[in-house]
């Protein structure tokens, strides 16, 4: 949805934004008072953009390739970080993000020339071609970037990773980087290089922990901490102390940051990831006492309702509290809310804790085509029934859930059959008995279940992509880069 304004904003820089507000004037006066077209507007900045050596602007290629084909580029930079001649080679290469929709563009955009402090100190407007790879040159004699940022600014519209020098040096250097959009850009950076295995989603969540206390933006911190959850949450394996060791990181860190913070608009986006980021039985015990009061450091942040739920879902995920206490925590609550979200919550809560015969009827529950249970009960009914800490109790329950796939889109809800498929999917990772069971079912499946398999090639793409994120976590750790 935001490509509009984005491809837009690419058009003004690429044009440069003398010629774009020009254009926009000769535009609005030429065409008050009657209809104008796409064509119209694009031959008028063509009309108002005089050539350049470097760049002539050609409205019907740059529709055709921006409007009207589908796709989006991959861009990242390779350049010697021990180099200092006059003539220093900067390659930017450009893929496509998809394979199978190819299309390269040509792409205005800022470099940015990072110091050792952390600080832009020079960049370069280039233009990128569309031939895969765009060779420049630069002096490195007075003075070498220990970083470097395409897209600077961001003024294209594109995918942009990071060379393994410059990842290296902002992993360890965030926190000396002043500007709050460089800081986004970086971490978006991050998050999609470890979404595409090509960095570490431990090293990813480690430089997030080590740069939370540093951190004061909040739509930035918003961000990356939700990143950072998903993160460990999808691409580092379960039951491993990797992932303990994480959670572990983060929650520290985002408590130590909340007992400090003064601003409340903060405290209040920290809380809800404190919450979060619980993973142990040490943070689970901590959460029952700050539910109850006895959290000194914590008595200037308030646990509203929907908080004190989310606690509660964190709590009965315990192994060492007892159900009896579970049940009481959960008492208490009851009398606090009683609205309708309160029930659904206690729904959910119940599904978490319920003992196998409970387990049984509520599965019959999803597949009954005649139950009255209302979608949004189900859906976290489902939640609780799935929820981590039950995915050992859920393994014949998976074999279950494949046979009946079909079945559920067959019979129930479109919105019901979908929370069916995802909440109650597989949590193991034994990614390819996942991949050839949804295969399996999607080769069986007719072209009429548009949703199902819509959600089948959907989950087998994720799945890939987390096969490939584990493989590098497994082999990659936070290192000294090579040199070229």
């Known amino acids: 949805y935001h490509k509009g304004s984005a ?6 820089f690429l044009i440069g934004e003398k010629a774009f507000s020009r254009a926009c004037s000769n535009y609005f006066h030429r065409y008050k008072w009657s209809n104008a077209t796409l064509v119209d507007f694009l031959r008028t900045l063509e009309e108002a953009t005089p050539p350049t050596q470097e760049f002539i602007f ?45 299309t390269l563009r040509n792409h205005r955009l800022l470099l940015g020339f990072f110091g050792e402090d952390g600080q832009v100190y020079e960049t370069h407007n280039v233009i990128v071609k569309a031939s895969g790879q765009t060779i ?20 294209a519209f594109a995918k942009v990773f990071l060379d393994e020098h410059s990842s290296y040096f902002f992993l360890n250097n965030m926190s000396k980087v002043s500007s709050e ?14 979404r ?13 922990a080590a740069n939370v206390g540093h951190e004061r933006e909040s739509s930035v911190l918003n961000m990356v901490l939700r990143y950072t959850e998903r993160a460990i949450a999808a691409y580092v394996p379960r039951e491993t102390e990797a992932r303990f060791g994480l959670y572990e990181q983060l929650f520290n860190a985002v408590k130590a940051k909340i007992c400090e913070e003064k601003e409340k608009h903060l405290t209040v986006l920290l809380k809800d990831f404190l919450i979060e980021f619980a993973h142990s039985e040490q943070a689970y015990a901590f959460l029952v006492d700050w539910l109850e009061g006895r959290v000194a450091e914590l008595s200037h942040v308030e646990l509203g309702v929907d908080s004190r739920w989310s606690v509660l879902y964190r709590v009965f995920r315990s192994r060492t509290i ?20 309160g029930k659904k919550a206690k729904l959910r809560l119940e599904a978490i804790i319920a003992d196998e ?27 609780g029934f799935n929820d981590d800490v039950n995915a050992e109790r859920n393994e014949d329950y998976y074999k279950e859930y494949f046979r ?16 069916f498929f995802t909440l109650l999917a597989p949590l193991h990772e034994r990614f390819d008995e996942i991949i050839t069971a949804y295969t399996e079912v999607l080769l069986n499946t007719e072209e009429q279940y548009v949703w199902l398999r819509r959600q089948l090639t959907s989950s087998i793409d994720i799945l890939e992509r987390r096969k490939r994120a584990f493989a590098f976590c497994a082999t990659h750790t936070k290192g000294q880069p090579s040199s070229h």
Do not use: C
């Open 136 to 155: 420049l040159h630069y002096d490195f004699r007075a003075r070498a970037p220990a970083a470097i940022l395409v897209n600077y600014d961001d003024q």
């Open 181 to 194: 959009l460089t800081r986004a850009l970086i971490w978006v950076s991050f998050w999609n290089m470890t």
């Open 58 to 102: 050609n409205a019907n290629e740059w529709k055709k390739s921006w409007l009207q084909t589908a796709g989006f580029n991959e861009l990242i930079a390779e350049w010697n970080p021990q180099g200092r001649s006059e003539k220093e080679e900067v390659i930017i290469r450009q893929t496509a993000a998809i394979s199978t929709l190819p």
């Open 196 to 208: 595409d295995a090509q960095l570490s989603a431990v090293d990813f969540a480690q430089s997030v």
């Open 322 to 341: 007892s159900r009896e206490r579970k049940l009481e925590l959960l008492t208490n609550q009851e009398t606090l809310d009683s609205s309708d979200f």
């Open 357 to 383: 015969s409970r387990r049984k009827e509520l599965w019959n529950t999803f597949l009954d085509k005649n139950d009255q249970t209302s979608t949004k009960d189900q859906e976290r009914v489902m939640e």
């Open 404 to 419: 009946n796939l079909k079945r559920v889109y067959a019979e129930r809800s479109k919105e019901l059959a979908n929370n």
């Open 7 to 12: 491809v837009l904003k690419q058009l003004m």
